[in-house]
Nanobody, 126 residues
Framework: QVQLVESGGGLVQPGGSLRLSCAVS????????TAWFRQAPGKEYEFVAR????????VYGDSVKGRFTVSRDNAKNTVDLHMNNLKPEDTAVYFC???????????????????WGQGTQVTVSS
């Protein structure tokens, strides 16, 4: 059973930075896609970014392009989300999720990922 644990959330002022980390354990497939989603109160999951193991291919949601960077450390089995120039509208619970390479889906929607972490709160406020 694949397990994911997020860390690094907190309160930050507008314009500030945070780094979220997702520790992934018990992977068995040779290739995985790991994504970050966020969910604000009363809203649906929003795709933030994803990265593919092996190729390091990255994709970002339109609202975070140029401000957020996703990276991975294969030795540590972690996927990090570096968030810069944070805005109040970035406030949400952030989740990491992962899917084996063979798992179906468009990779932009929550249903494309069978394994999820518990989430970490990010609040951007002065």
């Amino acid at each position: 059973q694949v397990q994911l644990v997020e860390s690094g959330g907190g309160l930050v002022q507008p314009g500030g930075s945070l780094r979220l980390s997702c520790a992934v354990s018990d992977r068995t497939a040779s290739s995985y896609v790991t994504a970050w989603f966020r969910q604000a109160p009363g809203k649906e999951y929003e795709f933030v970014a994803r990265i593919t193991t092996g190729s390091s291919n990255t994709v970002y949601g339109d609202s975070v392009k140029g401000r957020f960077t996703v990276s991975r450390d294969n030795a540590k089995n972690t996927v990090d989300l570096h968030m810069n120039n944070l805005k109040p509208e970035d406030t949400a619970v952030y989740f990491c999720a992962t899917a084996p390479g063979w798992y179906g889906g468009d990779r932009y929607t929550a249903g494309s990922y069978p394994y999820w972490g518990q989430g970490t709160q990010v609040t951007v406020s002065s």
